[in-house]
């Protein structure tokens, strides 16, 4: 009988420990593969006709919450109010970090457009990470809101029992949401509460963001009606759902700053159903968990957990609960704040003029940081965004919902701000995660992840023996020498750019270049995206500007509203794209056009009649100082005494390719001594482009990219014909400041034109090498000291 007793106590023992076993496998299994989230900073989300839109994009690791170091291929999508695609760009990132912008032409002729971010990797998931931003467009005047719309037809009034069901016969919390037609929450200063006889048993308010709860003890059957009135006078109403007559409910108090309370309810009549039941609470947030057990005894209906917030993950956690046969039946999500979140920066004013003003960003922080800032004018009514940094990386990736005005929460945290934040998590309901995907549908691999460009292609004939295949292209940076297998070849990973080009030719033991013409093709450059349905359905609720522009034609000068200007003209070395450090100092330049030369003359001949000693060993091209050299290193072999680069691409661990560089397709030679410890001397050699070359005769054939990563241009203010106008004021640009880096504890400094204004708007965003994130409004003065 001892035996028998034993087993009976064993059996359920051993099954709840292979049952939690399964969901953390089925947990763990579920996010091992790494998730991608992206965030774009815009400068502004209206625009008129002509701008540009200008953006940093941030990518974060979700596993590591850090910048994703491995990505690469980020595709920017826009999309009309009908969801169709209208452009796409894919954007290089690197270090999780990347930058871009798209023209807003003649061809917008739509009030509103989505931008999406994503990734082809991130399709592999249920669960959508990519970022969405509506922008919007002024092309001609704007209607006013139509006020004769009944308002009534349009609020939400919304009731979130919290866990996810009512139980009768007990306490349960209830999370209330009011909000307007544009989304907006309502603010109630009392509401009322009644019974199925219409008495007032209860009040309750909400905040600025329409957020609130209300506790009500539930009699059986019983249905509650919630009223409140608003400014308009109003009264909408919402009733309570019919309460289960078994069950249990949950209540999360997240007040204290160091402990976690999880209350847990039932009724009389649920307790011969649950008694000695064991239900498991397992708190987790895609990347780490813990769990409890929690085992109901036949006299008690009140139940609580305590939990050390200190042993939970810093950011959002989902607290599930899980009944004896592992059903998930209860959920919540929570905040838990800790400052290692956040990074901190000063911004201080240093001095201004009546066209400029000098400032700088302070590092407060032990980390380095990556920034992006959008200048605008004080009264601007053009940024807008969804969302900021804090709520893309934070919040997203775990709520179905959104976080209006992330800033609120998380900037100058205080208790106030951290109840409206769980008040507001109470609202969302259950996480982005459905847990029948996490135990039945394990994300497949249906696709790669993508690094850069892979071309692969074909010779119409295999090479003889003694023969080399060279590409080469300065605009994407390949210099490759191949020796193709059966006339097959392939370049993985490149980042070629659209509009680029590459050349090839084939080189044999007599060292001339002859043109060859590959047929080639190209790894995806392209990505079929769409916008969710939610993001069209808001289109025919959309709110108008409420705003009439005048005379819209005359807001930039006449040249600036074209698609584009290219102006050509003579350029000295000032204006040399990229050119080498000490051009104008201690480099000497040699122009090709000035200088006589036989056809068959190289870059090496060329060097040795600057006195370069140059040499074969074994087979490789070597290549001296004109005078006696020594190096503070003695790696030789990795440090060579001279560096040459080509089209500003190093190439001095490949200088065959000076051997069949001939001096008719050089532009121009920099060379000279440096000072530093790392070589001797440096030259630079810069080729002629495809266009500028297309009236030599050349050895290599041009093959033109058409699609590829898109080229970011360097940012310009847009030139308006007045910066008082109130079109200006309120959607004008200021200026864009995308690739700011600042190291640890220190401070970066610039200068940014005012355009009449007397104060600036900032908002700047941005991200720590350890993850902490970054985002700040500040307002600066051209005649304060702030």
């Known amino acids: 009988m001892k035996k028998i007793f034993f087993l009976l106590i064993l059996v359920p023992t051993c099954n709840l420990l292979l049952a939690q076993k399964s969901i953390i496998k089925s947990y763990s299994n579920y996010f091992e593969n790494t998730r991608e989230v992206p965030f774009l900073h815009l400068n502004k989300t209206t625009f008129f006709v002509g701008e540009e839109i200008w953006f940093k994009a941030y990518v974060q690791e979700q596993n590591s919450q850090k910048l994703h170091k491995t990505t690469s291929n980020l595709y920017i999508s826009i999309f009309d109010q009908k969801g169709n695609i209208k452009d796409q760009k894919l954007i290089k990132i690197t270090e999780g970090i990347g930058r871009g912008n798209i023209k807003i032409d003649s061809t917008y002729t739509k009030e509103s457009y989505y931008l999406k971010a994503s990734t082809s990797w991130m399709k592999n998931f249920h669960e959508d990470n990519s970022y969405i931003q509506e922008i919007s467009i002024i092309t001609n005047e704007k209607q006013q809101t139509d006020n004769s719309i009944n308002q009534e ?6 009731l979130f029992p919290e866990g996810g069901h009512i139980v009768s016969e007990t306490i349960n919390n209830l999370g209330v949401l009011i909000k307007n037609k544009n989304n907006e929450g309502i603010h109630i200063s009392k509401g009322v509460v009644k019974n199925s006889k219409g008495v007032v048993i209860k009040e309750f308010t909400t905040n600025k963001f329409g957020l609130g709860s209300v506790n009500l003890f539930f009699d059986k059957n019983e249905i509650y009606t919630l009223e409140a009135t608003l400014d308009n006078g109003i009264l909408i109403t919402q009733k309570t759902s019919i309460p289960k007559e078994i069950g249990i409910t949950m209540r999360v108090i997240n007040s204290n700053t160091k402990k976690l309370f999880i209350k847990f309810s039932t009724n009389e009549k649920s307790l011969p159903n649950l008694n000695t039941k064991t239900y498991t609470v397992f708190i987790h947030n895609t990347r780490n968990y813990q769990k409890q057990e929690l085992t109901f005894q036949n006299n008690n209906t009140n139940y609580s957990i305590i939990i050390n917030k200190e042993n939970l993950i810093a950011g959002v956690n989902i607290i599930t609960v899980f009944n004896e046969n592992f059903e998930p039946i209860l959920e919540r999500i929570i905040y838990n704040h800790k400052k290692e979140l956040y990074a901190d920066i000063g911004i201080t004013k240093i001095n201004s003029t009546n066209d400029s003003l000098t400032f700088q960003i302070k590092n407060k922080s032990n980390q380095k940081l990556y920034l992006s800032s959008s ?3 004080f009264h601007t009514k053009a940024y807008k965004p969804t969302d900021n940094i804090y709520n893309a990386f934070i919040f997203k990736p775990y709520i179905k919902g959104h976080i209006q005005d992330a800033e609120y929460y998380l900037s100058n945290i205080n208790h106030k701000k951290l ?12 996480s982005k ?5 996490i135990f039945n549908n394990h994300p497949k691999t249906y696709y790669e992840f993508e690094n850069g460009i892979t071309i692969t292609g074909k010779l119409n004939k295999p090479l003889k023996s003694d023969q080399e295949l060279l590409i080469f292209s300065g605009e994407n940076n390949i210099v490759q020498v191949l020796k193709p297998n059966n006339g097959n070849f392939k370049l993985p990973n490149t980042f070629v750019h659209e509009d680029s080009h590459i050349q090839f030719g084939i080189k044999g033991k007599e060292k001339i270049i002859h043109k060859i013409t590959p047929s080639l093709q190209f790894s995806k450059r ?17 709110k108008q500007l409420n705003f009439k522009i005048e005379n819209l034609a005359s807001t930039f000068k006449e040249t600036e509203i074209l698609d584009e200007v290219r102006i050509r003209k003579k350029r000295n070395i000032e204006e040399y794209e990229n050119p080498p450090y000490g ?7 040699q122009k090709m056009k000035n200088y006589i030369f036989s056809s068959s003359e190289t870059v090496i001949d060329f060097l040795k009649g600057k006195l370069y000693n140059i040499y074969m060993d074994d087979g490789e091209v070597i290549i001296n100082p004109r005078s006696g050299c020594t190096l503070k290193t003695n790696n030789y072999k990795f440090r ?16 065959w390719i000076t051997e069949t560089l001939y001096l008719d397709r050089v532009k121009e030679i920099y060379y000279g001594r440096v000072f530093d410890n790392n070589s001797c001397e440096h030259v630079y050699i810069y080729s002629y482009s495809p266009a500028e070359y297309k009236n030599k005769k050349s050895t290599f054939s041009y093959y033109r990219v058409s699609k590829g990563f898109s080229k970011a241009k360097e940012y310009y203010t847009p030139t308006y014909n007045s910066y008082i106008d ?10 864009w400041k995308p690739d700011i880096e600042i190291k640890p504890n220190s401070y970066f400094q610039f200068k940014v034109p005012l355009n009449l204004q007397e104060k600036i708007i900032i908002y700047t965003e941005g991200i720590s090498e350890s993850g902490q994130l970054i985002s700040k409004k500040h307002v600066l003065s051209k005649k304060t000291n702030q």
Do not use: H
């Not at 995660?433 to 995907?437: A, E, I, Q």
């Not at 969710?532 to 959309?542: F, L």
């Not at 060579?640 to 200088?655: A, G, H, K, T, Y």
């Open 583 to 589: 051009a104008v100092t201690f480099l000497s330049r």
């Open 433 to 437: 995660y459905d847990w029948s995907n």
């Open 726 to 735: 109130y079109k200006y004021v309120y959607f004008g640009d200021v200026f």
């Open 526 to 542: 392209s990505s079929y995206e769409i916008l969710p349905n939610n993001y069209t359905d808001k289109i025919q609720n959309k």
């Open 640 to 655: 060579p005494l001279v560096r040459l680069f080509l089209d500003n691409n190093e190439i001095s661990q490949m200088l």
């Open 153 to 158: 037809e349009f609020y939400e009034f919304k």
């Open 375 to 377: 200048f605008l004018p």
């Open 419 to 430: 109840r409206d934040l769980d008040l507001l998590l109470l609202t969302q309901g259950w």
